[in-house]
C-alpha cells in the first residue's frame, strides 16, 4: 500500500511491520486533522488554517497521509461528534486537533477529548510544555496540549499556532506515530 491509494484500516497487515525490539508498527500513517476555531469555521467560502495546513504538509512530506480533514468551531458537543466520526472510522490510525487548548473559558479542546479517552498519555503533553518552554519561555503552562488513546486511536490535541503544531508534530508524533499506534491497535490483529 502507497500512500497514494486507496486508505485501508488500521489493521491491514501490508502496512504493518515491527521494529527490531518487536513492537507493532503502522506505516505510513494515515492520520485525521480537526481543526477547531469558532471564527474559521463561521466564515464563508474558503477558510485559511494554517495550523491544520502545516500538520498535513508535514504528515505528506514524511511519507504518510491525511485522508480527513475537518474544521469545528468551539463546542465540546461539536467537536464530540466530529472525533466520534474520526474515531469510527477504520481508515483513521490517529487523529491531530489543533486549537482551543489554551486557558480561557471557550478553549474547550481538551475537555471534549478527555470524554472520549480510554488512556491518557501524559508523556506527551509534559513533552510538549518542556521542548514548548525552549522557544517561549514560562508562557508553555497556559497550554493544556494533551493526548491519549480513545478507541484504540492515538489523538494528540495542540494549540492552534503554527509554530506549536509544528514542533509536536515533527518532534513528537511522526518520530513515535507510527510505533503508538502499532501499540494501540495490536490487540485487533490477534
Given at each position: 500500500?502507497?500512500?497514494?491509494?486507496?486508505?485501508?484500516?488500521?489493521?491491514?497487515?501490508?502496512?504493518?511491520?515491527?521494529?527490531?525490539?518487536?513492537?507493532?508498527?503502522?506505516?505510513?500513517?494515515?492520520?485525521?486533522?480537526?481543526?477547531v476555531s469558532t471564527s474559521?469555521?463561521?466564515?464563508?467560502?474558503?477558510?485559511?488554517?494554517?495550523?491544520?495546513?502545516?500538520?498535513?504538509?508535514?504528515?505528506?512530506?514524511?511519507?504518510?497521509?491525511?485522508?480527513?480533514?475537518?474544521?469545528?468551531?468551539?463546542?465540546?458537543?461539536?467537536?464530540?461528534?466530529?472525533?466520534?466520526?474520526?474515531?469510527?472510522?477504520?481508515?483513521?490510525?490517529?487523529?491531530?486537533?489543533?486549537?482551543?487548548?489554551?486557558?480561557?473559558?471557550?478553549?474547550?479542546?481538551?475537555?471534549?477529548?478527555?470524554?472520549?479517552?480510554?488512556?491518557?498519555?501524559?508523556?506527551?503533553?509534559?513533552?510538549?510544555?518542556?521542548?514548548?518552554?525552549?522557544?517561549?519561555?514560562?508562557?508553555?503552562?497556559?497550554?493544556?496540549?494533551?493526548?491519549?488513546?480513545?478507541?484504540?486511536?492515538?489523538?494528540?490535541?495542540?494549540?492552534?499556532?503554527?509554530?506549536?503544531?509544528?514542533?509536536?508534530?515533527?518532534?513528537?508524533?511522526?518520530?513515535?506515530?507510527?510505533?503508538?499506534?502499532?501499540?494501540?491497535?495490536?490487540?485487533?490483529?490477534?
Amino acid at each position: 500500500m502507497t500512500a497514494n491509494g486507496p486508505p485501508t484500516p488500521t489493521t491491514d497487515p501490508e502496512r504493518r511491520t515491527t521494529d527490531d525490539h518487536g513492537h507493532d508498527l503502522v506505516s505510513p500513517l494515515q492520520a485525521a486533522i480537526l481543526t477547531v476555531s469558532t471564527s474559521r469555521a463561521e466564515t464563508d467560502g474558503d477558510v485559511d488554517d494554517p495550523g491544520g495546513d502545516r500538520i498535513e504538509s508535514l504528515f505528506e512530506d514524511a511519507g504518510h497521509r491525511v485522508v480527513d480533514r475537518r474544521l469545528v468551531a468551539d463546542s465540546v458537543g461539536g467537536i464530540q461528534r466530529a472525533l466520534d466520526d474520526l474515531l469510527d472510522d477504520d481508515t483513521v490510525d490517529l487523529v491531530v486537533t489543533t486549537g482551543g487548548t489554551g486557558a480561557t473559558v471557550d478553549d474547550v479542546t481538551p475537555d471534549a477529548v478527555a470524554d472520549r479517552v480510554d488512556r491518557e498519555l501524559p508523556g506527551f503533553g509534559e513533552l510538549f510544555r518542556e521542548l514548548s518552554y525552549e522557544e517561549i519561555g514560562p508562557r508553555t503552562i497556559a497550554s493544556r496540549a494533551t493526548g491519549g488513546i480513545a478507541r484504540d486511536t492515538p489523538v494528540f490535541v495542540l494549540p492552534g499556532s503554527t509554530n506549536a503544531v509544528e514542533l509536536a508534530t515533527e518532534a513528537i508524533i511522526l518520530p513515535e506515530g507510527p510505533h503508538l499506534v502499532g501499540l494501540a491497535t495490536r490487540h485487533l490483529t490477534d
